[in-house]
């Protein structure tokens, strides 16, 4: 039996579409069909000044907006040899940190429904909700930022803003003990993660997998560590890297990376020194002839901008290396054999981001 | 007047029956709204959040509106239906519940038809749900639906066995096969729930109960994030408010019979005996619920396996030890 899954279905993420092959509840062949939400970002982005194409990487892992804006401007930075002063790399970080609290929640809440714990949708949501309004209050959007600019960020941190920081993060630690009761203790929700959707360690390599899924699967890699950005080589944090490459495994990591975060915050709270935020630039801003590659650890995995200019205002050539796209490449594989309810959880488990897939 | 119309209905049965009828159809469509109502409240409150609270006082209207808005909805019969299936699905759901709540007792007295075998009817008569079910499936032409169909045959089967084993148990125990009968033997010697054989198998029960009415763990049938709605995705507008009916109504029914057979149905000291039963009733009504926003659902095939190599095996032996201690 074909069916078709996507892309409207309650649990696609997204505009996926997958074409099933079942015999039974088994499924025997998977064939993913990208591309409904395409608009063609990187050609639109080689028709625009540098700098105007910030707020369309807002649009691409529209979880994670954040990320996305820094990448770009990383990229543009490393064009144009641009200095970031010391305070907008702290405050860089503070904002990424907790944007990867507010995509692991959305991760969290969606796969709870995904395997029919609904209540844990809310409760992700709730907290989620309180990371929101803290960005809303700094950058004044709740999901497409459009706030890091090339050579810092536009502004300060709004007065006051470190310390209702603090208070979420004292808040949050209690609430993620709340998680680990409702789901990570609950022994079905373990029989149905456990053993499920399994990435070898070297299927891993050979798709490319990044982020979570990789550090799942056993690979230590995560680009805060290998290739420190902005102030990620002063901060104090692990990468917790689980062994098995199941479900159970890609859970625990973001769980994790959720308290590593935290450790993160509360770090560049303290260290975070004063002074300017932003470097002068000139009104047209025309980078030097060359090639510029930048990779930043977006919540989904390794995020990576090239830039080639040829001394003009506008990029000849831009290219995304979206985190989602590769590790979804995967996905077919996993699912042959297995059943159908493990669709859902193993799609839900590697957690992708349509935005970012079809560009 | 009582005696006048009590008279009236003594020399007419026929119309007595139809009225019966006519109120056991209503209550049957009455209580879902009740059942939903509180339903949403509790999954509000686990939650964190309020549930309806803008049509009527905190809410309370708000099924009735939604049932409301149902009745004015298009009907829709998908393109290569099989119509007679399709149509006639709902209300053999609906009317299995019907025939169910036909032979409960809620009070002493208080109920419609006095039937020896109210056990093995009611065993029989609910077994219609799992028929409209694979119906429903199978009738809509879409393969969500079959899938769900086939889910759900398998799982109703598999539970209704374990189930009527721990239903027998109290059958043995209590050496009586008639509800009123099994309520009567506990009002004298206490409830059932008391003795260690009916312990067990009111625990099976309740498991197989959450089964029984596609309950979370065991909501596999219209695992929504899966397959859309399972067998009543292709439904809507009317027929889909009697499959929502009938399923909470059997909500309310089964929790009604384990009250019967385990917690002494309307027995209980100073409050009238059909407060009794209402107040068991939603009590096992809200552990459902708890249960059924708390954890996340199970995989087919670990349902099945659960059902087959450990209720099965437990609620045969839980069955030869209360024979063992019943039968005198």
């Avoid at chain 2, 006639?88 to 409960?104: D, E, N, R």
Wanted: aromatic residues 12%; contains cysteine.
């Amino acid at each position: 039996m074909v069916i078709n899954v996507g892309p409207q279905h309650p649990s696609t993420h997204g505009v996926l579409r997958l074409i099933l092959t079942l015999d039974g509840e088994q499924i025997l062949a998977c064939e993913p069909v990208i591309g409904y939400l395409h608009r063609g970002l990187e050609k639109m982005m080689e028709r625009r000044p540098y700098r105007h194409n910030i707020p369309f990487t807002d649009r691409l892992d529209y979880l994670a907006a954040l990320s996305n804006n820094l990448a770009i401007c990383q990229c543009i930075e490393r064009l144009g040899g641009v200095e970031v002063p010391e305070r907008a790399q702290y405050i860089r970080v503070l904002l990424m940190e907790l944007q990867r609290i507010a995509s692991h929640l959305v991760f969290l809440g969606t796969f709870g429904t995904d395997l029919g714990a609904t209540t844990m949708f809310l409760y992700a949501f709730r907290e989620r909700e309180m990371v929101l309004d803290l960005l809303e209050e700094c950058t004044g959007a709740r999901l497409t930022y459009n706030w890091v600019r090339v050579g810092g960020v536009p502004d300060d941190l709004p007065e006051g803003f470190g310390q209702k920081v603090l208070d979420f993060v004292k808040l949050f630690r209690q609430r993620i003990e709340e998680y680990d009761m409702l789901l990570t203790r609950n022994r079905i929700f373990r029989s149905r993660t456990q053993g499920i959707g399994v990435i070898p360690k070297e299927t891993a390599l050979a798709y490319g997998c990044s982020g979570p899924v990789a550090r799942a699967s056993g690979i230590p890699y995560d680009i805060r560590k290998v290739a420190p950005y902005e102030v990620y080589n002063r901060v104090e944090f692990d990468v917790p890297v689980f062994e098995d490459g199941d479900v159970w495994a890609r859970y625990l990591v973001r769980m994790e990376e959720l308290r590593q975060s935290l450790r993160i915050i509360e770090q560049v709270l303290r260290d975070m020194p004063d002074g300017p935020v932003q470097t002068k630039l000139p009104k047209i801003f025309k980078p030097p002839a060359g090639i510029a590659y930048s990779r930043v650890e977006s919540p989904r995995g390794e995020l990576s901008f090239m830039m080639v200019s040829d001394g003009g205002a506008n990029p000849v050539r831009v290219h995304i290396r979206a985190p989602s796209f590769v590790n979804l490449s995967v996905l077919p594989r996993l699912l042959e054999g297995a059943k159908v309810a493990d669709l859902v959880a193993i799609l839900g488990s590697i957690d992708v981001v349509l935005g970012e897939i079809d560009r | 007047m009582i005696e006048a119309i009590t008279q009236f209905f003594t020399q007419h049965p026929l119309l007595w029956a139809f009225v019966k009828a006519v109120v056991l159809a209503s209550f049957t469509l009455v209580i879902p709204l009740a059942v939903i109502y509180v339903e949403r409240k509790i999954a509000g409150f686990i939650q964190s959040r309020l549930g309806p609270l803008h049509v009527g006082p905190q809410g309370t209207f708000q099924t009735a509106a939604d049932a409301l808005k149902l009745l004015l909805k298009e009907d829709i019969v998908p393109e290569g239906a099989d119509k007679r299936f399709f149509y006639l699905a709902p209300y053999i759901a609906f009317v299995s519940t019907v025939l169910c709540f036909m032979v409960l007792p809620f009070a002493p007295g208080w109920v419609a038809l006095e039937m020896n075998v109210a056990v093995l009817f009611i065993i029989g008569v609910s077994l219609f749900n799992v028929v409209s079910i694979l119906m429903a499936g199978w009738s809509s032409n879409n393969k969500y639906s079959l899938l769900g169909g086939l889910r759900a045959v398998a799982q109703l089967l598999s539970y209704e066995i374990p189930m009527v084993l721990s239903v027998l148990a109290v059958v043995f125990y209590t050496g009586s096969l008639s509800l009123t009968g099994i309520i009567e033997y506990q009002v004298k010697h206490g409830w059932n729930i008391w003795h260690p054989p009916i312990m067990i198998a009111a625990l099976i029960y309740f498991i197989c109960a959450l089964a029984e009415i596609n309950r979370t763990p065991f909501d596999l049938p219209e695992a929504e994030s899966e397959l859309v709605s399972g067998f009543n995705t292709e439904y809507s507008g009317m027929r889909f408010a009697f499959f929502f009916a009938s399923e909470f109504a059997n909500n309310f029914f089964i929790t009604a019979f384990a009250a019967a057979l385990f917690f002494g149905g309307w027995d209980g000291p100073v409050l009238p005996p059909i407060v009794w039963t209402f107040l068991k009733v939603f009590v096992m009504i809200f552990v459902f619920m708890w249960l059924r926003w708390t954890p996340p659902r199970l995989r087919i095939d670990q349902i099945l396996r659960f059902a087959w190599q450990l209720l099965v095996p437990v609620s045969l032996a839980n069955l030869l030890f209360a024979i063992a201690l019943g039968v005198r």
